[in-house]
């Protein structure tokens, strides 16, 4: 887990990662298991009183990251130690865990549950066989399925920055975290926003909320933007002018998302807004797609 202090990197640098994780994540687990994490961990379960006991607050904090996770055999057996990290977990067959917590929160209690949501998650995709690989990115896989599966609102909320003091735990920046978060509370309807703690917090999910909502109004939705509408418009006249170029004309913007195919019929491929799998239909104006991995029913104008 990423270390706390330092500069704090914001915006959306790991977004196409961020991305894959969530396609991984209904690809590894199905799409009627993802919808089984309807509620998030409510804040009340992982509240640490100062006055609860060290140990023993710990151990039940882990116990609400198990039960969410529906781990019921394994065993979390935690420790404080002075580190740069903010935790680390060693990966085995279990049924027994080691987690190591920074010593620092011994006396920053709340955010024990972030800690732990992070690294409860890490024994979670190990027993699903689920990685990416490359530090960076299996770190960005946890906290997104972390914040995906609803442990990790936690962590945004560790976000805190003032005059004297700045912490962040986790890979994804901040902006990144409220993204995943908005991208959840779009299939199962969930408002967490009365959750924060840290108005530091609240305002990167507000600008992840955003962000998540342009995924929503891409061409060829059915809600996309009257400008992002015309550049489709254009791209598909070449598209059917000059057939053999298909996707590959250079002046379609790197980030439009969409790329056209085939010539009869002309088909477009364009990822899902909710799993950001690719979906390809023929274009042949309204149409209704569902998406094969997370199923959701789209609204096309192709
Ligand atoms: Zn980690
Ligand atoms: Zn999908």
Same mark, same amino acid.
């Given at each position: 887990m990423a270390t706390t202090g330092?500069?704090?990197?914001?915006?959306?640098?790991?977004?196409?990662?961020?991305?894959?994780?969530?396609?991984?994540?209904?690809?590894?687990?199905?799409?009627?298991?993802?919808?089984?994490?309807?509620?998030?961990?409510p804040p009340a379960d992982v509240a640490f009183p100062d006055d609860d006991d060290l140990y023993l607050g710990v151990q039940r904090?882990?116990?609400? /990251?198990?039960?969410?996770?529906?781990?019921?055999?394994?065993? /979390?057996?935690?420790?404080?130690?002075? /580190?740069?990290?903010?935790?680390?977990?060693?990966?085995?067959?279990?049924?027994?865990?080691?987690?190591e917590l920074n010593a620092r929160f011994k006396t920053h209690r709340r955010d024990i549950g972030a800690a732990l949501a992070h690294e409860v998650m890490h024994v979670y995709l190990h027993r699903l066989d689920l990685s990416f690989p490359g530090t960076r990115d299996n770190e960005i896989l946890t906290d997104t399925a972390a914040a995906y599966l609803g442990a990790g609102w936690l962590l945004l909320d560790a976000y805190r920055e003032s005059s004297v003091s700045r912490q962040k735990l986790g890979y994804l920046t901040p902006e990144e975290f409220g993204y995943v978060l908005a991208k959840r509370g779009q299939v199962f309807g969930e408002d967490?926003?009365?959750?924060?703690?840290?108005?530091?917090?609240?305002?990167?999910?507000?600008?992840?909320?955003a962000r998540a909502r342009r995924d929503e109004r891409q061409p060829p939705l059915a809600g996309s933007g009257w400008?992002?509408?015309?550049?489709?418009?254009?791209?598909?006249?070449?598209?059917?002018?000059?057939?053999?170029?298909?996707?590959?004309?250079?002046?379609v913007e790197p980030g439009a998302g969409y790329a056209f195919e085939g010539r009869a019929p002309l088909q477009v491929r364009f990822p899902c807004p909710v799993?950001?799998?690719?979906?390809?239909?023929?274009?042949?104006?309204?149409?209704?797609?569902?998406?094969?991995?997370?199923?959701?029913?789209?609204e096309c104008d192709t």
């Open positions: 330092g500069e704090i990197q914001h915006g959306y640098p790991h977004v196409e990662t961020v991305r894959a994780a969530i396609t991984a994540l209904y690809r590894r687990l199905s799409h009627d298991t993802v919808r089984t994490f309807a509620l998030s961990v904090i882990a116990r609400v /990251m198990v039960r969410h996770l529906r781990l019921p055999d394994a065993r /979390m057996i935690i420790s404080f130690r002075d /580190m740069e990290h903010a935790g680390n977990v060693e990966l085995t067959a279990g049924p027994e865990y080691f987690i967490i926003a009365p959750w924060f703690t840290s108005p530091q917090g609240y305002d990167a999910y507000a600008d992840g909320l400008a992002s509408r015309r550049r489709y418009a254009k791209d598909r006249r070449h598209a059917r002018e000059h057939p053999r170029a298909g996707g590959a004309r250079p002046s799993c950001h799998q690719r979906i390809r239909v023929p274009v042949r104006g309204r149409l209704r797609a569902r998406c094969g991995l997370c199923g959701t029913v789209l």
